[in-house]
């Protein structure tokens, strides 16, 4: 779980994952990157820290999100990797459903489709173009790739997304989500979740950030095509 100043919203959300996703997965551990915070953030971490004993907050300088996703996920050691934001913006009533259908189906990765999208224009309208931007290249898009809320082995995560996703990667889950329904064994599914709208705090993504996103998106996309030697159909 990724943070950068959400001192409105961390500890709901960590209290969410300890009430919601602990009861079923009793070993797990919530495994926190603090990405160089500059508001509250950090000083409740430490709190929460204390109070939760499957609490690891790991604190780094500001790299961007998807460097911290990535190092969330090289911390960990788990079994299962469930990738969401701290945003609180993900309804996790749903999950042990999700986690039963993983089972039942000897699913590796269950993917998230945020419905409805409760998000700005700006954001809706930065998907739908990856997504087009996906289906030119590798004639199969996630519906939602870049959705917070991703269920995946991590004996999948490293043998088929490790190999060409990079530590700095700006879009880790969206490449993640690609690799997964394009050209592996990896067994896949989506799955609808709903989506709340942001009840705390800000989200630091302007209109300039969105766009220097999504001109490292595009080029993270296209390095990924040229990685997996698909053919644009």
Do not use: C
């Amino acid at each position: 779980m990724p943070a950068y100043n959400e001192a409105a919203n961390i500890a709901a959300a960590i209290e969410e994952v300890h009430r919601l996703v602990m009861p079923h997965v009793r070993t797990a551990e919530i495994i926190v990157v603090d990405d160089g915070s500059t508001d509250d953030t950090a000083a409740l971490l430490k709190g929460l820290e204390a109070k939760h004993a499957a609490l690891r907050v790991v604190r780094q300088e500001n790299a961007g999100h998807g460097p911290a996703l990535m190092r969330g996920i090289t911390e960990s050691d788990a079994d299962l990797l469930l990738l969401l934001d701290s945003d609180r913006q993900i309804d996790l009533a749903a999950f042990p459903a999700h986690l039963g259908r993983m089972k039942a189906n000897a699913l590796d990765a269950l993917l998230g489709v945020r419905t409805p999208r409760n998000d700005p224009t700006s954001r809706r309208l930065l998907s739908r173009m990856m997504r087009r931007i996906i289906a030119a290249r590798f004639g199969r898009a996630p519906r939602d790739a870049g959705a917070p809320y991703k269920l995946i082995r991590t004996e999948t995560w490293r043998r088929h997304v490790a190999p060409h996703v990079a530590a700095d990667a700006s879009v880790p889950s969206v490449l993640a989500a690609i690799i997964l329904l394009n050209g592996t064994e990896a067994r896949t599914e989506e799955v609808e979740v709903m989506h709340k709208a942001r009840a705390a705090g800000r989200s630091t993504l302007n209109l300039r950030r969105i766009s220097a996103l999504s001109s490292r998106a595009v080029t993270e996309i296209r390095q990924l095509h040229g990685k997996l030697g698909r053919r644009t159909p």
